[in-house]
């Protein structure tokens, strides 16, 4: 069965680097694009960043661009977020997402609607 594990979450002090992981398994996700999304309390889940089946285009949302990187190891079916320059506001649950409709492609989507597998989340806290 298909499966996204995202670990790598926890408490860090504004201004610092966290790395998110991302283990895929049980699907052809090395494939297609994979993103990461986040939902503070109270708030829609955000798009925060994306890359394609085989990492030659990213995105990035306005918010965390410049400070988040995204990258993937097919080999090891993991993707990453690594997170600098930490801010109180980028607290959140993190979830990882894969396109599995878009088979080797570089076009990378925003909308949530365009990723049909999701990880259960991990918790990200940045203290002040």
């Known amino acids: 069965q298909a499966q996204l594990v995202e670990s790598g979450g926890g408490l860090v002090q504004a201004g610092g680097s966290l790395r998110l992981s991302c283990a895929a398994s049980?699907?052809?996700?090395?494939?297609?694009?994979m993103g990461w999304f986040r939902q503070a309390p109270g708030k829609e889940r955000e798009f925060v960043a994306a890359?394609?089946?085989?990492?030659?285009?990213?995105d990035y949302g306005d918010s965390v661009k410049g400070r988040f990187t995204i990258s993937r190891d097919n080999a090891k079916n993991t993707l990453y977020l690594q997170m600098s320059s930490l801010k109180p506001e980028d607290t959140a649950i993190y979830y990882c997402?894969?396109?599995?409709?878009?088979?080797?492609?570089?076009?990378?989507?925003?909308?949530?609607?365009?990723?049909?597998?999701w990880g259960q989340g991990t918790q990200v806290t940045v203290s002040s």
């Open positions: 997402a894969a396109d599995m409709t878009s088979l080797y492609s570089q076009r990378l989507y925003r909308t949530l609607n365009n990723y049909n597998y």
């Open positions: 890359v394609s089946w085989n990492g030659g285009n990213t």
């Open positions: 049980g699907g052809t996700f090395s494939r297609h694009p």
